[in-house]
């Protein structure tokens, strides 16, 4: 600290608070600690009583909170990213640019907030997130920091800590297997959960088949949701390992990579992932026809977004992967896939 004239303090930074009294009218702050003095303040400054002033002193070795918050937001701002308008008291907020998924590169993040004094919070990676929505906020912790410092956090951080992955507008094809519905003995309740779940992201049902029990009819049908243009494939029902399900058997008969057939998730866990080529194909088990939440919301964004799912990132899921069926359900505000 250093003691000034405040005539003389235009440029410089309060190290206290300077409150203001006026009898019977007010009693608060009226500069903050941090405050960089304008040549407007100094009559202010004057007025209160205030001929003198502690201050901080910067060299070039030393950079003020509000510069360092720039560089923060330089390092965390990547793709679908924007930054808050105001940086205020050295803090920067980042908002998400359009709807999608939101990916935090946590390495990076451990790695930027074990420097120290470097304060870098988020939301979860893959979540799923709105077109203005904040999902981050940044600040270095002391008033003045060393410069040193901030040139290491750029140095870490090669790549932006955060982006958001859009979602793209796909052609979506259902497939309801199961004789009992083929055959009109009971309703359809698959097909309006799953038609709901895609059109909640602009994706479009651009056909809906039913088939029986049957290994070619299932994979008939989805040859022809293909041929009409399907970029993804969705299979409802048949998906246990009772001798009569033979949806997952289809689906691999199918060709293509199989990701997974079962997953760490409750509910969800007799769910199928397989792509042929670069089309996504989901087997559904009974649960996302009645339970608020389960697997199917946890990939489907991701997919949507355009992220091809990998069999450890299915995995990953068991962290965070059982759902407390809330009687009133706050996803994604919850534990749930985190």
Same mark, same amino acid.
């Given at each position: 600290? !250093?003691?000034? =004239?405040?005539i003389? *303090?235009?440029?410089?930074? $309060?190290?206290? +608070?300077?409150? %203001?009294?006026?009898?019977g /009218?007010?009693?608060?702050?009226?500069?903050?600690?941090?405050?960089?003095?304008?040549?407007?303040?100094?009559?202010?400054?004057?007025?209160?009583?205030?001929?003198?002033?502690?201050?901080?002193?910067?060299?070039?070795?030393?950079?003020?909170?509000?510069d360092a918050?720039?560089?923060?937001?330089?390092i965390?701002?990547?793709?679908?990213?924007?930054?808050?308008?105001?940086?205020?008291e050295?803090?920067i907020?980042?908002?998400?640019?359009?709807?999608?998924?939101l990916?935090?590169?946590?390495?990076?993040?451990?790695?930027?907030?074990?420097?120290?004094?470097?304060?870098?919070?988020?939301?979860?990676?893959?979540?799923?997130?709105? !077109?203005?929505? =904040?999902?981050?906020? *940044?600040?270095?912790?002391? $008033?003045?920091? +060393?410069?040193? %410092?901030?040139?290491?956090? /750029?140095e870490?951080?090669?790549n932006?800590?955060?982006?958001?992955?859009?979602?793209?507008?796909?052609?979506v094809?259902?497939?309801?297997?199961?004789?009992?519905?083929?055959?009109?003995?009971?309703?359809?309740?698959?097909?309006?959960?799953?038609?709901?779940?895609?059109?909640?992201?602009?994706?479009?049902?651009?056909?809906?088949?039913?088939?029986?029990?049957?290994?070619?009819?299932?994979?008939n049908?989805?040859?022809?949701?293909?041929?009409?243009?399907?970029?993804?494939?969705?299979?409802?029902?048949?998906?246990?390992?009772?001798?009569?399900?033979?949806?997952p058997?289809?689906?691999?008969?199918?060709?293509?990579?199989?990701?997974?057939?079962?997953?760490?998730?409750?509910?969800?866990?007799?769910? $199928?992932?397989?792509?042929?080529?670069?089309?996504?194909?989901?087997?559904?088990?009974?649960?996302?026809?009645?339970?608020?939440?389960?697997?199917?919301?946890?990939?489907?964004?991701?997919?949507?977004?355009?992220?091809?799912?990998?069999?450890?990132?299915?995995?990953?899921?068991?962290?965070?992967?059982?759902?407390?069926?809330?009687s009133?359900?706050?996803?994604?505000?919850?534990?749930?896939?985190?």
């Open positions: 600290m !250093k003691l000034i =004239k405040t003389e *303090a235009k440029g410089h930074i $309060l190290c206290h +608070d300077i409150t %203001k009294i006026i009898p /009218e007010f009693k608060g702050v009226a500069f903050k600690k941090g405050h960089i003095v304008r040549e407007e303040d100094i009559e202010e400054l004057l007025n209160i009583g205030k001929e003198h002033l502690y201050i901080y002193e910067i060299n070039e070795n030393k950079i003020h909170e509000n918050a720039i560089i923060l937001g330089r965390g701002a990547g793709k679908n990213i924007i930054l808050g308008k105001e940086i205020k050295g803090k907020d980042f908002f998400a640019k359009e709807d999608g998924i990916k935090v590169d946590k390495e990076l993040l451990f790695n930027l907030n074990m420097l120290g004094e470097i304060s870098f919070a988020t939301l979860p990676t893959n979540y799923p997130v709105k !077109k203005g929505e =904040k999902i981050a906020g *940044a600040r270095v912790i002391p $008033l003045i920091i +060393d410069k040193k %410092k901030m040139e290491m956090a /750029e870490i951080t090669i932006k800590i955060l982006s958001v992955n859009s979602y793209k507008k796909l052609k094809g259902i497939i309801i297997t199961g004789g009992e519905v083929y055959e009109g003995r009971i309703e359809d309740k698959f097909g309006p959960v799953i038609k709901e779940k895609i059109e909640a992201y602009s994706s479009e049902i651009i056909g809906q088949l039913r088939s029986k029990d049957e290994k070619d009819m299932i994979k049908c989805a040859r022809k949701l293909l041929k009409m243009g399907a970029e993804m494939l969705v299979f409802t029902g048949g998906m246990s390992v009772d001798p009569d399900d033979l949806t058997s289809a689906i691999m008969e199918m060709g293509g990579e199989l990701v997974t057939y079962g997953s760490p998730v409750l509910p969800g866990s007799m769910f $199928l992932l397989s792509y042929l080529g670069d089309i996504p194909m989901m087997g559904l088990p009974g649960c996302v026809m009645y339970a608020k939440k389960t697997v199917f919301d946890l990939i489907l964004p991701r997919v949507l977004s355009g992220e091809k799912i990998t069999l450890r990132e299915i995995m990953m899921l068991g962290d965070g992967g059982l759902c407390q069926s809330c009133i359900c706050h996803y994604p505000n919850c534990s749930f896939g985190k």
